[in-house]
């Protein structure tokens, strides 16, 4: 069986004899180019299975051989070497296709890593089943999955925004499932959901003895990670102080648990997600522009259920048969109770039609769904809790319950359940929000 082919792009004779003897431990065969046409000559007699290349040749730049080999040879990962200090140039790299990028002078522990990484792209199956969760036959559905085939063949980081409920973390899943990181950890974390004097240890381990109650040492969540993806749901809650300090770890590609002395390096894939506009809170002075930008290398954006009507029936009758499981034929979905489904606005997106569905399969009692087991009435538009007239408000303190009760759910299901971040969501003590918890029988 042949031995896989780097290609090895520098101008520098030393950069290139160190990169050859590195890959030549690896047992990888090279082919070494001084410029970009050496790079073309090379990549047309020889196949290549990764390019190595600096950002500055004598005939152009790396950028140019990144869209050449993105238009030709799509399949071969091209990682851009960069001036220590490069920042900007590396996010430019990455977001014209670059699979990855390394800093001059090259660590070789990092170059190790990342061709181990993307020869296991190379060595990946060309296709592999997606999510049965992102179903969906409607144009913006097709799209999407287009999309998540190529953002998977990447290490940039990818920010995905959506509406709560549209599935930004079944899209990050799937970027891992189909990338080369597959067989490595998926750590997905709410950012809303961790206590802010917690973070830091949550987020970086800590040492024993460095706080009261830190009887042994932790693993923090990035080391959990290490060689996998890190997925950071609701990134937009993080606090100013830690926004700082993730940012480091992201750049330095390290981390220091809370009382060690050591950084820890750590080879992490990033995608963050949020429902919040993340523009918008950079413009507020609540989200710090500079981590704004390495994060938000790539965005990808996930499509609201009322821009894909098409999709609920098959989604519909998906989340039937798994409500099914294991107690017979699933009921079937009523045209007129589909009719009502997709003339619905869906504020709470896939999730909001998951919880309707199961409200509405527990209580009806013929073999079909019909549109007055739906109940819309029982759950009220988030978006819009005092929609309608007032003349549907036959006891006030009853109208207002049902509002309090509808958005409590809400910022409960948007945290995981989690009492004391959603009181945080909602502005309220965790008292207050005991009590009312309490109150409303939710407890």
């Known amino acids: 069986m042949s031995r896989q082919k780097a290609l090895i792009v520098d101008d520098e004779p030393d950069i290139r004899e160190l990169l050859e003897i590195t890959l030549g431990r690896m047992k990888l065969d090279t082919c070494s180019a001084r410029n970009l046409k050496e790079a073309r000559d090379c990549l047309a007699r020889e196949r290549i299975d990764l390019c190595l290349t600096d950002m500055r040749l004598p005939d152009g730049t790396g950028m140019e051989l990144v869209q050449y080999i993105q238009q030709r040879h799509p399949q071969v990962p091209v990682a851009m070497i960069t001036a220590y200090g490069s920042l900007d140039t590396a996010i430019n790299a990455l977001k014209a296709g670059a699979f990855d990028y390394l800093t001059k002078p090259v660590d070789l522990a990092r170059l190790r890593e990342l061709v181990n990484t993307a020869l296991r792209l190379q060595a990946a199956p060309a296709e592999r089943p997606v999510d049965t969760r992102l179903l969906g036959d409607s144009p913006p559905m097709k799209a999407l999955r287009r999309q998540i085939e190529k953002l998977a063949r990447s290490q940039a980081p990818v920010y995905i925004s959506g509406e709560s409920g549209s599935g930004k973390e079944l899209v990050a899943r799937q970027i891992h499932d189909l990338g080369p990181r597959a067989d490595r950890p998926f750590v997905p974390v709410n950012c809303g959901a961790i206590p802010s004097e917690l973070m830091e240890s949550e987020f970086f381990g800590h040492r024993k003895g460095s706080f009261t109650g830190a009887i042994e040492d932790k693993q923090g969540l990035f080391q ?3 060689g996998g993806t890190l997925f950071l749901d609701e990134v937009a809650d993080l606090p100013l102080a830690m926004q700082v300090k993730l940012l480091r770890a992201i750049q330095e590609k390290a981390v220091r648990p809370v009382g060690g002395q050591q950084e820890i390096a750590v080879d992490v894939r990033i995608l963050s997600a949020t429902h919040k506009d993340l523009a918008a809170e950079v413009a507020a002075g609540r989200f710090r522009q500079d981590l704004y930008y390495r994060l938000n290398v790539i965005e990808q954006r996930v499509p609201p259920l009322r821009e ?11 989340m039937l048969q798994r409500l099914a499981e294991g107690s017979g034929q699933p009921p079937r979905l009523h045209p007129d109770a589909l009719e009502k489904l997709r003339g619905y606005r869906f504020p709470g997106n896939v999730r909001e039609l998951e919880n309707i569905l199961e409200r509405a399969y527990t209580l009806c009692e013929a073999d079909a769904i019909r549109a007055s087991d739906l109940r819309f009435a029982d759950a009220p538009a988030a978006t819009d809790p005092v ?40 502005g309220l003590t965790f008292r207050s929000m005991r009590y009312r918890l309490k109150k409303l029988g939710l407890d």
Do not use: P
Request: aromatic share 4%; glycine share 6%.
């Open 224 to 226: 959990a990670a290490n």
């Open 308 to 318: 894909r009507r098409e999709d609920i029936g098959l989604l519909a009758d998906s």
């Open 387 to 426: 929609g309608g007239s007032l003349a549907q408000v036959t006891d006030l303190e009853d109208y207002l319950e049902t509002i309090e009760r509808t958005l409590i759910l809400q910022a409960l299901e948007e945290t995981r359940w989690n009492r004391t971040a959603a009181a945080q969501r909602l």
